[in-house]
């Protein structure tokens, strides 16, 4: 497979059966197993909509790879960010800021990114 001009699968919305409903304002959208003994979605009805499968997954060479074709490495620090940028290895990785960075940190750690030519995707200083 070509990985450059590979496109991850797409999938149809995984909703949770009487999520929408009024009087069940309780359950959340977010995707869990159906495990009653009469749920229709355990069953597989085809009415009761898609259930996450081993088929819907991407291929190995497409896991963790982002819509550029790139994959992310998080760094938490300056150390970690120069032993990326000396590594010939990552030259295809976009760099990716821990969350737990100081404005100050990141700034620096942005700033020696773009010195070097590496994409941080969440290099975005509030």
Same mark, same amino acid.
């Given at each position: 497979m070509n990985i450059v001009n590979a496109k991850k699968k797409t999938?149809? !919305?995984? =909703? +949770?059966? =009487?999520? @929408? %409903?009024v009087n069940? /304002?309780?359950? !959340?959208? /977010?995707?869990? !197993?159906? #495990? @009653?003994?009469? =749920?229709?979605?355990?069953?597989k009805k085809a009415f009761a909509g898609a259930e996450p499968t081993i088929g819907y997954g991407n291929p190995e060479q497409l896991k963790g790879m982002r819509a550029n074709g790139r994959k992310t490495v998080v760094v938490q620090n300056v150390q970690q960010l120069k032993e990326v940028i000396e590594n010939p290895d990552m030259t295809d990785?976009? +760099?990716? $800021? %821990? /969350? %737990? $960075? /100081? #404005?100050?940190?990141?700034?620096e750690m942005v700033k020696l990114a773009e010195k070097n030519k590496l994409r941080v995707t969440n290099g975005g200083v509030r």
């Amino acid at each position: 497979m070509n990985i450059v001009n590979a496109k991850k699968k797409t999938h149809p !919305k995984f =909703n +949770v059966p =009487n999520q @929408g %409903a009024v009087n069940r /304002s309780r359950v !959340k959208d /977010s995707w869990r !197993k159906q #495990r @009653g003994i009469d =749920n229709k979605k355990r069953v597989k009805k085809a009415f009761a909509g898609a259930e996450p499968t081993i088929g819907y997954g991407n291929p190995e060479q497409l896991k963790g790879m982002r819509a550029n074709g790139r994959k992310t490495v998080v760094v938490q620090n300056v150390q970690q960010l120069k032993e990326v940028i000396e590594n010939p290895d990552m030259t295809d990785y976009d +760099v990716t $800021l %821990a /969350s %737990a $960075l /100081s #404005r100050r940190k990141r700034i620096e750690m942005v700033k020696l990114a773009e010195k070097n030519k590496l994409r941080v995707t969440n290099g975005g200083v509030r």
